[in-house]
């Protein structure tokens, strides 16, 4: 059981490449997240999406676009890299939307992007 | 806005306890969460307790809610090496919106 997938693992653009960062998840899960983590500055959400079909903006939106292709996938697309982007991204899923003790978060390992 | 504050860093002794705290800003938070992220990996949920609780153990785990003051804690009992980990305290509210609110993480090193 994978749980959440999470590709490419490590990534390096320079300013103005594009990218789309990919996730799936295997738990038959509705909701979808895209986080990053910076130091000293916790996970921020970027977008998310409570079921298929549906995306919404995050804590931090901005440089970012997001397609909940199916139940399974949910990509990141970063248009026009900067330097800001510098980050990890972390692919997570729940159940359903985080509304009860049961709907936890379960998270991918970790995308490591560097924007020269 | 809502916001959940902790320390960044924390240093215990093996064998000692260790204790994480993490203080949060929305009176009506429902869902209260500790989770773990050990070096290279993605966050994984160690335990979390609702709001009308004041306290919940599991193993070496205790967590403390004082919602009056809006403070949440971990203590980990018997700390070891494996335990070195960043810990992210986090709060969702489910009126409010769909989003869990994360802390900036502490981090725990183990001293010898």
């Known amino acids: 059981n994978a749980g959440v997938t999470q590709t490419p693992k490590f990534q390096v653009l320079k300013t103005g490449q594009s990218m789309t960062l990919q996730c799936a998840q295997d738990?038959?899960?509705?909701?979808m997240y895209w986080y990053r983590q910076d130091p000293g500055m916790g996970l921020r959400l970027i977008y998310y999406?409570?079921?298929?079909?549906?995306?919404d903006k995050g804590e931090v939106p901005n440089g970012y676009n997001v397609s909940r292709l199916n139940k399974r996938e949910f990509s990141l697309r970063l248009e026009s890299a900067a330097p800001s982007q510098t980050s990890v991204y972390f692919c997570?899923?729940?159940?359903?939307?985080?509304?009860?003790?049961?709907?936890?978060?379960?998270f991918g390992s970790g995308t490591q992007l560097s924007v020269l | 806005g809502e916001d959940v504050e902790q320390s960044l860093f924390l240093s215990v002794r093996e064998g000692d306890s260790s204790v994480i705290n993490c203080t949060y800003t929305d009176s009506s938070s429902t869902y209260l969460y500790w989770y773990k992220q050990e070096p290279g990996a993605g966050l994984q949920l160690l335990t979390y307790i609702f709001s009308n609780m004041d306290m919940k153990q599991d193993q070496r785990l205790t967590v403390l809610l004082n919602k009056k003051d809006k403070h949440l804690s971990l203590r980990i009992a018997d700390t070891q090496t494996g335990d070195s980990a960043i810990y992210f305290c986090a709060e969702s509210t489910p009126w409010r919106d769909d989003k869990i609110i994360f802390g900036k993480g502490t981090r725990l090193h183990i001293l010898p």
């Open positions: 997570a899923s729940s159940e359903g939307l985080v509304r009860t003790e049961d709907e936890k978060l379960f």
């Open positions: 999406s409570a079921s298929e079909g549906t995306t």
């Open positions: 738990m038959n899960h509705n909701s």
